[in-house]
């Protein structure tokens, strides 16, 4: 069967036709993302056919996550400058089973960056996409239907209580065989990954990637909780007229409290705090690459420096924690046992508009 997971397409569509309240241009660009990851899947289904020997193409995984908005991206960029590390490219992600070269699969990347920056001009300020860079791996997971990128680009309360209760172990798999046929392609090991995703579901992803290594970010809800709030309300309201921030702000309210309530500073993992990763980016990005296994070159250590002179900030993204509903003090004190387990700092997170790295 080369069409998978139409349980979850049938939940998010009948949500989008029911909650979103899209405008025409947003069915119009949902309708085509949705498509998109069916012809994915047929496509990775039909390259594994052809070529059996991609299932034993080796993989040995370093996922980056995190709450959205702890600096995921930031550490995801700075360790692609690495020779020995793998970072596949968001053109990548976007068809990595793709029968077509790379030039076009480039070309196709970079329209569909430009026509994303004109729906939604301020996610240029919020987060970097361009074609040849790292970009998170929901590019793969989001092919099976079952991931909360949705309940970011949309309104859809039915598809996430849905989507709460589903064994994300099969859609773990099938990212794994489309990033099997990805590293086909263009090997290399270890490959990092990033998403913050995977901080809800670490169980299913050491199912499918035993030999998984994770580092997790972590940075004050009272920052990252409203960042992540005004993200979302600038990728939906591409795609909707009605976009309500006392709902997002709920939303993630709830969602991390999924996450972080359950998560311990237990060892068995990389735990970064998102200010030590500004203070000493080069030093945060030595200790990864040990953890790693493959440690910090001269030449990785220059590549890096260059990129962090390149770096300034998101300088447009501003928010309140007001604006979605919500407070610092509230925040604080819902949170207190996460913040205090990984000895997380208040004096600049309660900054009521707030700059960052993404």
């Given amino acids: 069967m080369q069409l998978r997971f139409l349980d979850g397409l049938r939940i998010l569509t009948t949500a989008l036709d029911s909650e979103a309240h899209l405008t025409i241009r947003g069915r119009q660009q949902t309708r085509a993302a949705l498509a998109k990851a069916l012809s994915t899947q047929i496509c990775v289904h039909r390259l594994h056919k052809r070529h059996p020997e991609i299932a034993q193409t080796p993989i040995q ?3 980056i996550t995190g709450l959205l908005r702890t600096g995921t991206t930031f550490l995801q960029h700075l360790l692609a400058r690495h020779p020995g590390l793998r970072s596949p490219r968001l053109w990548e992600l976007m068809a990595p089973a793709s029968p077509h070269d790379q030039t076009r699969l480039i070309a196709e990347c970079e329209s569909y960056v430009d026509e994303y920056y004109r729906a939604a001009p301020q996610f240029r300020t919020i987060h970097p996409l361009a074609a040849d860079e790292p970009e998170e791996c929901h590019r793969l997971t989001a092919n099976s239907f079952r991931h909360f990128i949705y309940a970011l680009r949309y ?4 598809y996430v209580r849905w989507l709460r209760g589903q064994d994300m172990t099969e859609a773990y798999q099938f990212h794994r065989s489309q990033l099997r046929c990805l590293l086909w392609r263009g090997p290399g090991n270890p490959v990092v990954l990033k998403c913050p995703s995977h901080l809800w579901h670490l169980d299913a992803l050491k199912r499918v990637y035993p030999n998984a290594k994770v580092v997790r970010l972590h940075r004050h809800p009272s920052v ?4 992540a709030a005004s993200l979302t309300a600038v990728v939906r309201k591409a795609r909707s007229d009605r976009v309500d921030r006392e709902k997002i702000g709920a939303y993630w309210l709830e969602e991390a409290s999924i996450a972080l309530n359950r998560i311990r500073n237990d ?3 990389l735990d970064i705090r998102y200010a030590d990763l500004v203070a000493d980016p080069l030093r945060v990005a030595a200790l990864v690459c040990d953890y790693a296994g493959t440690p910090m070159t001269r030449q990785a250590a220059a590549n890096m420096a260059d990129f ?6 998101s300088k447009g993204h501003r928010y309140t924690a007001e604006e979605f509903g919500l407070s610092a003090r509230h925040l604080d004190d819902h949170f207190a046992k996460y913040i205090a387990e990984f000895g997380l700092q208040a004096d600049s997170a309660r900054r009521r508009v707030s700059r960052e790295h993404a």
């Fill in 61 to 63: 995984p370093i996922f």
């Fill in 155 to 158: 309104h859809v309360p039915s």
């Fill in 224 to 227: 990252s909780v409203p960042s």
């Fill in 267 to 269: 060892g068995r993992h």
């Fill in 308 to 313: 962090l002179a390149t770096q300034r900030g």
